[in-house]
Every structure is written in C-alpha cells, then in structure tokens.
C-alpha cells in the first residue's frame, strides 16, 4: 500500500457540520501537506505540518500530527457547500524532495 | 496572474502521436515538478528539477518521457508514441528549496491528455 494513505475514502455531511479527515503513513518525513482538489482542477495548497510540531490551525482548518502513531487528521469546522472537494494528504520524505500522496478523501457538504 | 501556468489544458490524442506539455513555474521558484494523476487517484511523482537540472526520475518515467528545464525556467514533458495507459492528467508545481527543506508546493491547473 502506498504511502500517505487517507481515511475515509468518501465523507458526507451536512453544511455547518465538522468534518475530519485522516492520514497515514509508512517512513519518516519532514513534513506533511494536506490539499484541496476540485474536480478536475489542481490542486490547493491548504496546510503544512512540520515533523516537530503536533498542531497547527489555519482559519477553519485544524491540523495534528502524530509521528509516534505516523498519522495526521484534518479537521474543518462549520463546513460549507463550497468545501466540497477532495483533500489529499501529502508527506515529504526526510532525504527526498518529492511529495508522495495518499489515494484522498472525497468530502461532499450538503446545502 | 504569478501562479503555475500550463499549457494546454487539454490534448486529446492519437494512439502511436508524440505529445508535449508545457510548465511555467512561479518565477523566483527554482523548484520545478511533474506529477501524474489517475482518475480517482492521487498525484503520482515523475520528475523534478532544480534550475535546471533533473535531480531524480521516477521509475514510472519511462523511456517513451522525456523532461527538459533547458533555462531553469518554464519546463516541458514529451510523452512518445503515447499509448492509452498514458491518459491521465499531468500536473506541474513549483517550490523555492531552503536547507531545512520546507517545501511547500504551488500546483498548476493541469493538463488533461486523452489518448484514443
């Protein structure tokens, strides 16, 4: 399985609800990155985490990072309609320079 | 617009065609990427560059791909004689390197090939 991996694959909400998304991996990183993708557009640069920190937030977002456990968890508070997309997890390896993404979550927030 | 530019959006293709897609990058990045991504999939990493050196290829970067960053500014990726397993979208990002290795990356809108 590859690294990055994020859970669930699909999340379903209603608009003013939180919604959280997971991520796992498999070796050490530097850093992890979560984005946004609408469909079938690029993808959004959200949140970065570095591997010495354990949370951060970003206005509606709110990232951890547990490199003990090798998982990370977005969280979006009050969600609405125009959240609805996919969110990629995204880790940088120690000695690496690429980005290595998870399969993503699709999250869909109903009006 | 000082975001990631690619072009074209999209290229539809003929089996056995050669195809080049063009990358440029937010100017004073001299990080340069390529990923590929799969319908229902995540980004899948080809190749980058800093200025304009290709520093690692990905063993999904076959012989068919090739990648040029001749000046260190804009990029292209040549894909020859494409085969239908090459239709996906192709996208490029961009990122300024620092020692302690933050690097956050800026993706561009993609380009969608389809190869019949």
């Known amino acids: 399985s590859q690294q990055g991996e994020e859970d669930p694959q699909a999340l379903s909400i209603q608009e003013g609800e939180n919604a959280t998304m997971n991520c796992s991996y498999k070796?050490?990183?530097?850093?992890l990155q979560w984005y946004r993708q609408n469909s079938g557009r690029g993808l959004v640069h959200l949140i970065l985490?570095?591997?010495?920190?354990r949370e951060k937030h970003s206005g509606r977002l709110r990232v951890t990072l547990d490199t003990s456990k090798k998982s990370s968890s977005l969280l979006i508070t009050a969600s609405r309609a125009a959240d609805t997309a996919s969110y990629f997890c995204a880790t940088l390896k120690t000695s690496g320079s690429r980005l290595t993404f998870g399969e993503g979550t699709q999250l869909t927030v109903n009006p | 617009d000082t975001g990631v530019s690619q072009n074209p959006r999209h290229k539809i293709t003929k089996r056995g065609q050669n195809v080049t897609f063009r990358c440029d990058p937010i100017?004073?990045?001299?990080?340069l990427y390529w990923y590929r991504q799969t319908l229902g999939q995540g980004p899948e990493f080809l190749t980058y560059?800093?200025?304009?050196?290709?520093?690692?290829k990905s063993r999904l970067l076959s012989d068919r791909f090739s990648a040029e960053r001749p000046k260190g500014s804009f990029s292209t990726l040549e894909i020859q004689r494409t085969e239908q397993g090459d239709s996906a979208m192709y996208l490029c990002?961009?990122?300024?390197?620092?020692?302690?290795?933050?690097?956050?990356?800026?993706f561009g809108p993609g380009t969608r090939l389809t190869v019949t």
């Open positions: 070796t050490s990183i530097n850093n």
């Open positions: 985490i570095r591997s010495n920190e």
């Open positions: 100017s004073e990045h001299n990080r």
């Open positions: 990002a961009s990122s300024t390197a620092f020692w302690t290795g933050y690097h956050e990356q800026y």
């Open positions: 560059f800093q200025n304009e050196a290709q520093l690692e």
